[in-house]
């Protein structure tokens, strides 16, 4: 097994933590265009909730900022997984077989950051972590 440098894995932690924040924040963008319509220049706001894509726009949303500030982080990222495991098996894997000709990468990838965040935690930077007095 090759041995990691030293120098680099002393970050690991951190960047666990940058992961997990920057997916937070990017996901919550999708809720956010579709709920307030933020940033402009995509579907807008005033989404109809009682329908299906309706209700991702606040899951979307909320799991985002809990992500992004690393809250309820396991459960949460357990929660997202299945969301957008859905969202590819719905929305993008009956148009093609092929995520790159369905459009569903950012789908599947969600899915699996999510669910390796649900194993692995929050990392150091995270609201979780400060609760529970900095241990992990």
């Excluded at 265009?33 to 606040?58: E, H, N, Y």
Aim: proline share 7%.
């Amino acid at each position: 097994m090759a041995r990691r440098s030293t120098s680099l894995a002393g970050w690991e932690p951190h960047f666990l933590s940058l992961l997990r924040i920057v997916s937070g924040l990017l996901l919550l963008q999708h809720g956010a265009q579709k709920i307030l319509g933020f940033p402009p220049g995509g579907r807008g706001g005033g989404v109809d909730l009682s329908t299906l894509a309706g209700w991702s726009g606040p899951i979307e949303l909320v799991g985002g900022v809990l992500l992004a500030l690393g809250l309820f982080s396991r459960p949460t990222a357990f929660i997202l997984s299945g969301f957008t495991a859905v969202a590819y098996w719905m929305v993008h894997a009956p148009q093609s077989p092929y995520p790159i000709n369905n459009g569903g990468e950012l789908a599947a990838l969600y899915c699996f950051v999510f669910l390796y965040l649900v194993f692995v935690g929050p990392g150091p930077w995270s609201l979780d972590n400060a609760l529970r007095g900095g241990r992990r």
